[in-house]
């Protein structure tokens, strides 16, 4: 069975930093791309940043500079360090992994396994 379990996040001050992890289990996801959505409170859920197989990394544009994605294949790990967080980064951030190569790494559509998701909230 495979799961992806997010960690990491929490209540963290404006300007502030935090690293989420997602360990995936059930399944080795070293030859497939993986990423990072989030969903704000009456919003949909929005593409943050994904890593090809390859080491590829792609982000959304009004995150780059600020967020940063990378994988560990020993430990079937993919990380998000998020720095100089604001207000509006505020949302429940989810894992999630291919089954196979797609073209697209932005769509929902593209990923066949999701975490839970986990809390960021960054407040004063």
């Known amino acids: 069975q495979v799961q992806l379990v997010e960690s990491g996040g929490g209540l963290v001050q404006p300007g502030g930093s935090l690293r989420l992890s997602c360990a995936a289990s059930?399944?080795?996801?070293?030859?497939?791309?993986m990423g990072w959505f989030r969903q704000a409170p009456g919003k949909e859920r929005e593409f943050v940043a994904a890593i090809r197989s390859s080491g590829g990394t792609y982000c959304a544009d009004s995150l780059k500079g600020r967020f940063t994605i990378s994988r560990d294949n020993a430990k079937n790990t993919v990380y998000l360090q998020m720095n100089s967080l604001k207000p509006e980064d505020t949302a429940v951030y989810y894992c999630a992994a291919q089954s196979r190569f797609y073209s697209s790494y932005v769509a929902r559509t593209a990923y066949d396994y999701w975490g839970q998701g986990t809390q960021v909230t960054v407040s004063s």
């Open positions: 059930g399944h080795t996801f070293s030859g497939v791309a």
